[in-house]
């Protein structure tokens, strides 16, 4: 199953003035015209500490000669990255200044490690490919069992166990004999171990509401790690995930104090008397009981700006509360990095401001900056495309290149789907249901695209419907659209006509997909989501005959 987002990655060079890079070249030999229109790049990837569910990829064309180069910035000493051509994929671990792979076409299929590593870690890159076959011929961990046999136990006894059961591979490496293991290599494999043990205490930990001890931390997280994996953003992420999700019947609040600071500072059309009360409480303090109701209106009044602000301080002192310091500076960092995916840029940049002189971990610092001028590279040509659309009216009007947007608040879903489907007759659709809040709507959503790449327009159309929402919510989902580049038609509904659209399709929730027939007329409801690949191509070419 995939489980990554795409990044075409086209940064400003000033903003990587302070972070070293590599030079990655290397070449395709054999390379065979059938392979060049098959996969004309190569993509090269690395990982962002704070982001776990995504890569950060970056395409290098290949040469008539089968030769490529790209250059890629480094936040850490030591970064694990991928290769990939077409099914064909390779970790590898850069650092700073030239490295080379070089692969031949006609063994791609053939040989367990057909990659050749050249330049930086170039020892270090080619024993960690044959540990790798090694490691593919091994019987691979079961976390269904594995979780079974450590039911019960300590969430100390649960990491060695699970640690054990993941090094297992490599020790049987090392004891074949034939080579000594380099100490970068052993290092490398045995955090990403110690990573993916962490990452499953932390899903134990939040299924079962456990709290964990503080005297763990050493164990799950490497002291000065230098190396940054994917195992390690997996890891931050699921630790993330462990604060927010730790004892939700627990009330958190912030101190009348903060909370008043917050709104002196952030709140929206405030009065003299509304000033006058909020400095008062924040010297006190303090507040009455029966002036809480006050409060919460003068919240209640910036949505999207203090209540932002207000969760993420609260995330903040749950966090202070469970974790060690170090740790709490990444989840920070990630709770605000998480924040800038479902945010327009206009509250993007309050939370990036906001958030970040509150961290002081220069690496933390510099992962969050990376995925902020993600977030908000391009401003201006959001806000023309934006501003070019019709806020109560768009009849498949192009926000960007292939990407459609039809919305009308005056008819009803039905008929909003009428409209578009009188414009794409006589071929498949495959809709899909989303909503922008939720992480694994927006990961489908990016695998769906998949489908355009797979189908003809004449034989299938790929239609994502969702709600629009208020002007805020409806500004960062053509936001969104535009910085993901998800290509395909998109009904933006009300309320109304989602509820009204999800009866047409048969849906019983508001997330699903549905393959329409040529006329119309719903021919599969929830069927397959667009990470069953498999499965659904096979189920739409059927359709298809």
Not at 347 to 360: D, H, I, K, V
Request: cysteine-free.
């Amino acid at each position: 199953m995939l489980r990554y987002l795409l990044f075409i990655w086209l940064l400003a060079p000033a903003a990587w003035a302070q972070t070293d890079s590599v030079l990655i070249s290397g070449r395709i030999r054999n390379l065979t015209p059938q392979l060049y229109r098959q996969s004309p790049n190569v993509l090269i990837s690395r990982n962002n500490m704070l982001r776990s569910e995504a890569e950060l990829i970056r395409p290098a064309p290949l040469n008539p000669d089968g030769t490529f180069a790209v250059k890629m910035p480094l936040i850490l000493g030591q970064e694990e990255m991928s290769l990939a051509f077409g099914p064909v994929r390779t970790a590898f671990l850069a650092a700073p200044g030239t490295l080379t792979i070089t692969l031949d076409a006609d063994s791609l299929f053939r040989s367990a490690v057909p990659f050749t590593f050249g330049g930086v870690n170039a020892q270090v890159n080619r024993q960690f490919a044959r540990y790798k076959a090694f490691e593919a011929r091994q019987n691979p961990v079961d976390a269904t069992r594995l979780s079974e046999q450590v039911s019960g136990q300590s969430p100390a006894s649960v990491f060695s166990r699970v640690y054990t059961a993941y090094a297992a591979a490599f020790r049987k490496f090392r004891q074949q004999g034939g080579e000594a293991v380099f100490p970068l290599v052993e290092q490398w494999i045995g955090n990403t171990n110690r990573y993916n043990a962490a990452s499953f205490v932390y899903d134990m930990a939040s299924a079962e509401n456990r709290k964990l001890p503080p005297t763990l931390t050493d164990s799950l997280r490497p002291a000065a790690d230098p190396i940054l994996t994917a195992a390690r953003a997996v890891s931050v992420g699921r630790l993330a995930s462990y604060v927010v999700q730790h004892d939700p019947f627990q009330t958190y609040s912030l101190p009348v104090g903060r909370l008043a600071s917050l709104m002196l500072r952030y709140g929206r059309d405030l009065t003299a008397e509304e000033k006058s009360r909020l400095e008062g409480w924040q010297a006190a303090n303090s507040a009455r009981a029966s002036d809480m109701r006050y409060l919460q209106r003068i919240l209640q009044r910036s949505p999207d700006t203090l209540q932002r602000l207000v969760s993420f301080e609260t995330m903040a002192d749950k966090a202070r509360s469970l974790i060690d310091t170090p740790s709490v500076q990444m989840v920070m960092a990630t709770w605000l990095a998480n924040g800038f995916q479902t945010s327009s840029i206009r509250n993007s940049r309050l939370l990036y401001e906001y958030g970040r002189p509150q961290l002081t971990d220069t690496r933390v610092i510099q992962s969050l900056d990376e995925l902020y001028t993600l977030a908000v590279a391009d401003s201006a040509r959001f806000r023309r495309a934006i501003a070019g659309l019709n806020p109560k009216t768009n009849d498949n009007a192009e926000l960007a290149t292939g990407i459609l947007i039809s919305e009308n608040s005056t008819q009803k879903g039905g008929a909003l789907l009428d409209t578009w489907l009188s414009r794409n007759r006589s071929r498949l659709v495959y809709v899909f249901l989303w909503t922008l809040s939720d992480e694994e709507n927006r990961r489908l959503a990016a695998l769906a695209q998949q489908l355009r790449e797979q189908y003809a327009p004449s034989e299938l159309s790929l239609l994502y419907v969702t709600a629009q929402g208020d002007a805020a919510e409806r500004e960062q989902l053509l936001e969104y659209l535009i910085r993901n580049n998800l290509r395909g038609d998109h009904i933006l509904a009300t309320a109304g006509q989602l509820q009204e659209l999800m009866m047409r399709l048969g849906a019983g929730q508001f997330t699903g997909a549905f393959l329409l027939n040529r006329d119309g007329k719903t021919a599969r409801a929830n069927t397959f989501l667009p990470d069953d690949n498999a499965q659904l191509t096979k189920l739409i070419d059927r359709l298809l005959r």
